[in-house]
Nanobody
Framework: DVQVVESGGGLVQAGGSLRLSCAAS????????IGWFRQAPGKEREGISC????????YYAISVRGRFTISSDNAKNTVYLQMNRLKPEDTGLYYC???????WGQGTHVTVSS
């Protein structure tokens, strides 16, 4: 079965950094894309970054471009999201998922204090 597990969230001051991890299993990792999504309190879930496991192409939402970096370790079936220069508006529950979507994981909380 397809499964993703997110980790790495926490509490950080504005301007700080965190690295999120997405461990994936149950599907041919190299054939899909993996995306990071976040849901801020009271808002809809939004896609913020994506990486093609086939050719390494990446996508970033304007809100995180230049601050976040997505990468992958195919040997570990893991995708990372390095988040730098964090802002209070980055606070939310962060999820990863395959693209096309599979089951959603529990997510990992990120809280950025001002």
């Amino acid at each position: 079965d397809v499964q993703v597990v997110e980790s790495g969230g926490g509490l950080v001051q504005a301007g700080g950094s965190l690295r999120l991890s997405c461990a994936a299993s149950g599907f041919p990792f190299s054939r899909l894309a993996i995306g990071w999504f976040r849901q801020a309190p009271g808002k809809e879930r939004e896609g913020i970054s994506c990486i093609s496991m086939n050719d390494g192409n990446t996508y970033y939402a304007i809100s995180v471009r230049g601050r976040f970096t997505i990468s992958s370790d195919n040997a570990k079936n893991t995708v990372y999201l390095q988040m730098n220069r964090l802002k209070p508006e980055d606070t939310g529950l962060y999820y990863c998922n395959t693209v096309p979507f599979g089951p959603w994981g529990q997510g990992t909380h990120v809280t950025v204090s001002s």
